[in-house]
């Protein structure tokens, strides 16, 4: 902890700040990909010690967010079987599908537990043999390998009753589909776990094809005013590249024992994202080896292309194309009690943050 605190250093970061607002002498617009950066800036008020010519968007980097209506009515068809317990996490519970969510799905009796990781799913199998226990496997490249590992775990144990539905994405499609979207952005500020994982040579194609920066950024208030320092450098000289703002957990490689493992159970597929429609390629499923652990082959699971609810932007707010305080749901109709999209429900959603953070800087 004593370690964090000196990535929590307000003189620092108002250094930074200074010398961001020296350096920057025209108009950058840089995307915070993870809600987790999201929540540091507003939870900091690192916005309000920025330059005006610096505006920073939102990405699709809330693995709640991007999952899309037609996942969550899958889910609730899964538990519609009597023989289904559900492990999920908390905040999937809460995603309104229509009318319905798995909230009021499990008020009306259906099996969903609420659980911390998927070896805590896999445990729940173990626990409740005459059970079909099926997982909602989400997020990006950072939970995926556990999801394999554990997979590899039920096979080991012979196990019969436990299963993925995996809705797992990975992160370099989706910033592909933006840049080819959109000609504002200068730069991306790239979540550091995931690339834990990946190592950062998986974005060397993105700036080398759309003429863009990517710094890897950790979370801490520090980390991000680096990384925005880093990327105002970048548009300032034309000069695009990767950067490691984030070296003390980052390396180029990643980590290759859990790339490995995530290889050998996960496939690449074509996935829905919430906003961003169908990418090819983007998505995790689980290999035909492994079939006997795949919800959506053991269960025909049919995940339907269904629009957001009427006058929600979520998908925009999550690729940049809207703000939170743009929706004529936002904090009326649409609050953390009452949420109408999925950017209000998780704790990294772009609507729940603007909604928690309106005061004025606390640094």
């Not at 000196?6 to 020296?22: F, G, P, S, T």
């Not at 700036?207 to 208030?221: A, D, L, M, N, R």
């Not at 680096?226 to 490691?244: F, I, K, P, R």
Request: aromatic share 8%; charged share 20%; hydrophobic share 40%.
């Amino acid at each position: 902890m004593k370690q964090l605190e000196e990535y929590r250093k307000k003189e620092l970061v108002v250094k930074l700040a200074d010398r961001i607002a020296q350096r920057s002498s025209q108009p950058v617009t840089l995307m915070e990909v993870c809600g987790g950066h999201t929540l540091t800036l507003h939870k900091y008020g690192l916005l309000s010690l920025l330059p005006s010519n610096i505006t920073l968007i939102s990405g699709p980097g809330c693995p709640v967010c991007v999952s899309g209506q037609g996942f969550i009515h899958a889910l609730l068809n899964i538990v519609s079987d009597p023989s289904v317990m559900l492990a999920t996490y908390g905040d999937l519970l809460r995603i309104p599908s229509r009318s319905r969510s798995l909230e009021t799905a499990r008020a009306s009796g259906a099996d969903i537990r609420v659980v911390y990781s998927v070896m805590e799913a896999l445990a729940l199998a173990m626990e409740h043999p005459k059970k079909n226990v099926v997982f909602a496997g989400i997020g990006f490249e950072t939970t995926a390998p556990l999801s394999a590992a554990v997979i590899l775990q039920a096979k080991e144990k012979g196990l019969k009753n436990f299963f993925v539905y995996s809705a797992h994405k990975i992160m370099p499609p989706a910033l592909s589909w933006i840049c080819s979207n959109t000609d504002t952005i200068s730069g991306f500020i790239a979540p550091g776990h995931v690339t834990a994982i990946t190592g950062t040579t998986m974005y060397e194609e993105l700036v080398s094809k759309y003429h863009v920066g990517v710094v890897v950024s950790g979370f801490e208030p520090l980390d991000m005013m680096l990384a925005v320092s880093m990327l105002t450098d970048q548009a300032e000289t034309g000069h695009y590249c990767v950067e490691n703002a984030y070296r003390r957990a980052v390396r180029r490689e990643g980590n290759t024992r859990a790339k490995q493992i995530m290889a050998e159970v996960f496939e690449t597929a074509d996935a829905n994202w919430r906003g961003l429609g169908v990418i090819p390629g983007s998505g995790l499923q689980i290999r035909p080896a492994y079939g006997m652990y795949d919800a959506r082959r053991v269960f025909r699971i049919h995940e339907p292309a269904l629009p957001e609810p009427e006058g929600c932007l979520c998908g925009r707010i999550i690729t940049g194309r809207a703000t939170p305080a743009q929706c004529r749901h936002f904090g009326k109709t649409c609050t953390p009690e009452t949420p109408v999209g999925a950017c209000m429900v998780s704790h990294e959603g772009a609507c729940s943050i603007w909604y928690q953070f309106k005061t004025p800087s606390r640094l």
